[in-house]
């Protein structure tokens, strides 16, 4: 079976599965515990996208020469 990714929620006693999915009898699962506080205001995400902007921003400054056709090697 590929791995694939379910959202799901604790109920107080069990994990239980947002959407509907067959699961085979003892399936290997992962379980990963996601902080309550960081999909309420989402500031992980902003965090990465924070993060992502600024390694393009140096990537891709002002000061980055415009090339052209003839720089390309084959």
Do not use: C
């Amino acid at each position: 079976m590929p791995s694939v990714i379910l959202k799901a929620h604790y109920d107080g006693e069990h994990i239980v599965l947002d959407e509907p999915f067959v699961l085979p009898p003892n399936a290997p699962l992962a379980v990963t515990v996601l902080s309550t506080a960081t999909l309420e205001n989402g500031s992980e995400r902003a965090e990465w996208a924070a993060l992502s902007a600024q390694s393009l921003a140096r990537a891709y400054g002002d000061d980055e020469p415009e090339y052209t056709v003839a720089d390309l090697r084959p």
